[in-house]
């Protein structure tokens, strides 16, 4: 914690599926209180960049509440658990939202996606060899698939097309690692 800014009091205030929301109590410097939201994500996530025999990147259009559109992201999903391997739950994600498995895993980067307000991480996962098998989608879940090079979705994130941080993040990532030999 800030070496003058200290929380006073916590009081949960919804407890969600997979998010907790907080009111947070904070004494600043010059002795003032303030409350302050907090959300906690009590499980953490996981993300993968899936790059085809080709170079391609499998990415997945799906219906997003919060934003009430259509997105395009890398496949992502919360740990089944706190103690689920991020890795583990990374390639879980990537069958079920694409129907590709891969057991070429490697780690990208790590995010904190929102620290102004949430203590939510994922860990991004690059996916090689990928093999081909059946989508297993939650009931809810409506997720179409379509592969793109780098460069279009590079582009995509420059025009503003893409915004999800996690997303933008990862291809950047993954587009740097290319950019230096690093793949």
């Not at 998010?19 to 302050?36: A, F, H, K, N, V």
């Not at 939201?37 to 990147?57: Q, W």
């Not at 995509?156 to 030999?181: P, R």
């Amino acid at each position: 914690m800030g070496q003058h800014v200290k929380r006073v009091k916590r009081e949960l205030i919804k407890k969600g599926i997979i998010l907790d929301i907080y009111q947070d109590t904070m004494e600043l410097p010059d002795g003032r209180q303030e409350i302050w939201d907090f959300v906690s994500h009590r499980k953490g996530a996981a993300a993968v960049v899936p790059v085809l025999e080709d170079g391609k990147i499998l990415m997945v259009r799906q219906y997003r509440n919060a934003l009430e559109r259509m997105t395009l992201e890398i496949p992502a999903g919360s740990r089944d658990s706190t103690t689920e391997d991020t890795k583990v739950c990374a390639a879980r994600e990537l069958e079920e939202e694409t129907g590709y498995r891969s057991d070429n895993l490697t780690f990208l980067i790590s995010l904190r996606t929102t620290v102004a307000f949430c203590d939510e991480f994922i860990d991004v996962y690059l996916a090689r060899d990928l093999k081909k098998g059946q989508q297993h989608l939650d009931e809810a879940e409506e997720i179409d698939v379509k592969a793109y090079e780098i460069e279009e979705l590079c582009e995509m994130i420059y025009q503003g097309k893409l915004q999800d941080a996690k997303t933008v993040s990862a291809l950047l990532a993954y587009q740097n690692l290319l950019n230096t030999g690093g793949i």
